[in-house]
T-cell receptor
Framework: QKEVEQNSGPLSVPEGAIASLNCTYS??????FFWYRQYSGKSPELIMS????GDKEDGRFTAQLNKASQYVSLLIRDSQPSDSATYLC???????????FGDGTTLTVKP | GAVVSQHPSWVICKSGTSVKIECRSL??????MFWYRQFPKQSLMLMAT?????????EQGVEKDKFLINHASLTLSTLTVTSAHPEDSSFYIC???????????????FGPGTRLTVL
């Protein structure tokens, strides 16, 4: 079992819809959770970080964390074609020197 | 804030030469930097974790003598690909971690990447 698992996709949604990206992790002591967006040929860009159970909203993005279920998700409201990218989930526990990244979910938003 | 730069952005070299890639945190101090490699349409692969003033920690399967990492200061880490071969052609990305970020801590920011092509 991978430490951080994401659906590889591709996930396709129409413009204006809500895109839901999911991530599960295996290390129960994980404390920091991050979502990155990576456009083709570019490096990842941090878009959200979340540390506590519940929802965290930033513009059209909402991260949801459920530590009991070891699950973190990213919702993108009013999806735009410019949101088409690969979304990476990353998880870190306090004792680890590094974050563990999932393989990413590719999202395509169709006009 | 939290800008990470990399230089060069792309490089083409002949087989057998060495290539040095620089990674700088421009507006924060990074005690820890990471080096990743990514092949086309594949996942990020962590190569090594670099801590300022100490030896880098390499991931399993990554040759430390081939990929030399130096983290001489809190804002600079370098990766040298020694005796590069065509199979080393890849997208190399560095990342620096903040101790405290705009929203929390342990946030990791990526440089723009260096595309290496070995002929």
């Amino acid at each position: 079992q991978k430490e951080v698992e994401q659906n590889s996709g591709p996930l396709s949604v129409p413009e204006g819809a809500i895109a839901s990206l999911n991530c599960t992790y295996s290390d129960r002591v994980s404390q920091s959770f991050f979502w990155y967006r990576q456009y083709s040929g570019k490096s990842p860009e941090l878009i959200m970080s979340i540390y506590s159970n519940g929802d965290k909203e930033d513009g059209r993005f909402t991260a949801q964390l459920n530590k009991a279920s070891q699950y973190v998700s990213l919702l993108i409201r009013d999806s735009q074609p410019s949101d088409s990218a690969t979304y990476l989930c990353a998880v870190k526990n306090t004792n680890a020197g590094k974050s563990t990244f999932g393989d990413g979910t590719t999202l395509t938003v169709k006009p | 804030g939290a800008v990470v730069s990399q230089h060069p952005s792309w490089v083409i070299c002949k087989s057998g030469t060495s290539v040095k890639i620089e990674c700088r945190s421009l507006d924060f101090q990074a005690t820890t930097m990471f080096w990743y490699r990514q092949f086309p349409k594949q996942s990020l692969m962590l190569m090594a974790t670099s801590n300022e003033g100490s030896k880098a920690t390499y991931e399993q399967g990554v040759e430390k003598d081939k990929f030399l990492i130096n983290h001489a200061s809190l804002t600079l880490s370098t990766l040298t690909v020694t005796s590069a071969h065509p199979e080393d052609s890849s997208f190399y990305i560095c990342s620096a971690r903040t101790l405290s970020g705009r929203a929390g801590y342990n946030e990791q920011f990526f440089g723009p990447g260096t595309r290496l092509t070995v002929l």
